[in-house]
């Protein structure tokens, strides 16, 4: 298949699709809904039900404009333009998912942001064999390497007990949506009063209908903030800090590996997990897949590719795809 790659997306050119563009465009995949791969108008969108509920959510569309959203679960095909299209779980967020393309006895894989762990909430992956594999690389070096889920769990929770026990609030941050819900759902399954951030608590019922439980959370209010765990957005960092209270911060995110992650995060309490895959995991994923050859998108893409060709791959880095986008990026960007 003839793939073309620009800062507008990933096209398909022989069935006219795009994967993820960063424009609007005739017809998009979009692999989940985080904001740097779901957005704009595309006039038709396939993705997981779950995934085109919480775009619907992001981006609503009004009376003006005609848009059709074309659901396809984890385990469903359906044809596209003389091809054969199927959707499998991506472990990265709430509705995540990957798309194999058949097309004239070639099979692609678009992985989208994608981990091979178990995440707190989610389905986990499952690799697909293919021909070609597109993979991103936003933990594309050997440092990066995560706890598992359960093992985050246990830090997340011990972390706010300790704190609670000392008289301290414990402050996560969380991103809008994944990240901020997992922590949260952590806290309250562990028993511990947990008030939530309006960016994140808007997104709980659809985890909710998807059968996770958040027992007695409740809003967060900048006046009551003592003996609770708080889980707020990123960027208010600085005006609880401001605030003068007694309070310890906790960073949950994959790039807690780095060097530098206490002094750019401002937390006492570095957790290491991520719903990108670390190293491990990518190459695990490029091994099983079976792919004679690898695109490698986002993140650190020519080193992961370089990586790939020392053991033997046929990877390369498309030129405009070697841009670090994740939603995870924004607290490393601060």
Request: glycine fraction near 8%.
């Amino acid at each position: 298949m003839d793939l073309q790659y620009s800062p507008e997306g990933i096209y398909v050119r022989e069935i006219d699709l795009w994967l993820d563009p960063q424009v609007s465009k005739p017809a998009a995949w979009i692999s989940h809904a985080h904001s740097d791969h779901a957005r704009y108008y595309s006039q038709t969108v396939i993705g997981t039900t779950t995934t085109l509920e919480i775009y619907r959510m992001r981006w609503p569309v009004g009376d003006d404009r005609s848009q059709s959203l074309e659901p396809l679960d984890y385990g469903q095909s359906r044809d596209w333009n003389g091809s054969r299209i199927t959707c499998y779980p991506a472990g990265h967020i709430l509705g995540a998912a990957q798309v194999l393309i058949e097309y004239k006895n070639e099979r692609v894989v678009y992985a989208g942001d994608i981990k091979l762990r178990k995440p707190l909430c989610g389905q986990s992956t499952e690799v697909i064999e293919c021909d070609r594999l597109i993979i991103e690389s936003t933990f594309g070096l050997p440092i990066f390497h995560f706890l598992s889920s359960e093992e985050a769990r246990l830090e997340i929770a011990g972390f706010a007990l300790e704190c609670l026990q000392d008289g301290a609030t414990p402050v996560f941050m969380g991103y809008p949506l994944g990240r901020g819900q997992e922590i949260v759902q952590c806290l309250t399954q562990a028993g511990i009063p947990t008030a939530v951030h309006g960016a994140i608590a808007k997104y709980i019922p659809v985890y909710e209908e998807h059968g996770y439980s958040f027992p007695g959370w409740k809003a967060y209010d900048s006046k009551q903030i003592e003996g609770q765990a708080l889980v707020v957005v990123p960027g208010m960092r600085r005006q609880l800090e401001s605030a003068g209270n007694n309070m310890r911060v906790a960073y949950v995110s994959g790039w807690a590996r780095m060097d530098n992650a206490r002094l750019r995060s401002g937390a006492e309490k570095l957790i290491p997990y991520s719903d990108h895959g670390g190293f491990d995991e990518l190459l695990e994923m490029v091994e099983r897949s079976g792919a004679k050859k690898i695109d490698v998108v986002h993140g650190y893409t020519e080193l992961f590719a370089r990586q790939l060709r020392d053991r033997g791959f046929d990877a390369s880095a498309p030129a405009s795809a070697r841009v670090r986008n994740s939603e995870e990026e924004s607290m490393q960007a601060e």
